[in-house]
């Protein structure tokens, strides 16, 4: 069955740092991909999307994401993070083949500090 | 549009009772899905359903069905609450889009504590 893993459950950071997500996804066909972030008490919202063409796909709020077919990975990026940025974020993929059902990682944790 | 709007927003049940989640979206949506959010474990699915009165099961379908009488709306029952379903319950949906399936969106989340 296909799974989709985050590297980090949790990631303190200050405030204008740089923040790189780690997203693997073990399947070998072709799949969408999305992050999703979940702010503090409120419902999931998507960032950005990937479904075909430039790999690198720019998102809300600053965040772009790279798709590396070869890794299958979907890493998130933010050059420079800010405390509004903390929240847990989801990396999840969806497999047409697979019903089009979509599966989640476990989510990370960012924590921005002042 | 109001998106999706799931009720209740929090729900304390005692072991072995009963109770529904509903979950309505205004978006002319085809695909539904409850999901259950669990610390570390993400969101996983429980049921999803392609259209009115078709529905199939998720990763984690034990202890719950599902309903889906119209395009619209999507309940998740429990029968017979377990201190294991102690959860947040997330409803999705989303619509086709050149054949395959576009970002879901989600509902703000039924917060459930089974003692």
């Known amino acids: 069955a296909q799974s989709v893993s985050q590297h980090n459950h949790h990631v303190i950071l200050s405030e204008a740092a740089s923040l790189e997500l780690g997203c693997n996804y073990s399947?070998?066909?072709?799949?969408?991909l999305f992050w999703y972030v979940q702010y503090p008490g409120q419902h999931l919202q998507l960032l950005l999307k990937?479904?075909?063409?430039?790999?690198l796909v720019k998102g809300i709020k600053g965040f772009e994401a790279e798709f590396i077919k070869s890794k299958f990975s979907f890493n998130l990026r933010k050059p420079s993070v800010q405390w509004s940025d903390t929240a847990e974020y989801f990396c999840?993929?969806?497999?047409?083949?697979?019903?089009?059902?979509?599966?989640f990682g476990g989510g990370t944790r960012v924590l921005v500090k002042p | 549009n109001a998106g999706v709007t799931q009720t209740p927003k929090f729900q304390v049940l005692k072991t072995g009772q009963s109770m529904t989640l509903q979950c309505a979206q205004d978006?002319?949506?085809?695909?539904m899905s409850w999901y259950r959010q669990d610390p570390g474990m993400g969101l996983r699915l429980i049921h999803y359903?392609?259209?009115?009165?078709?529905?199939d099961q998720g990763e984690v379908p034990n202890g719950y069905n599902v309903s889906r009488l119209n395009k619209r709306e999507f309940s998740l029952r429990l029968e017979s609450a377990a201190p294991s379903q102690t959860s947040v319950y997330f409803c999705?949906?989303?619509?086709?889009?050149?054949?395959?399936?576009?970002?879901?969106?989600f509902g703000p989340g039924t917060r459930l504590t089974v003692l």
């Open positions: 990937y479904f075909s063409g430039d790999p």
């Open positions: 999705a949906s989303s619509g086709p889009i050149a054949g395959s399936y576009n970002e879901q969106f």
């Open positions: 399947y070998g066909g072709t799949v969408n």
């Open positions: 359903s392609v259209g009115a009165g078709i529905t």
């Open positions: 999840a993929a969806l497999i047409k083949a697979a019903g089009n059902k979509l599966t």
């Open positions: 978006m002319n949506h085809e695909y």
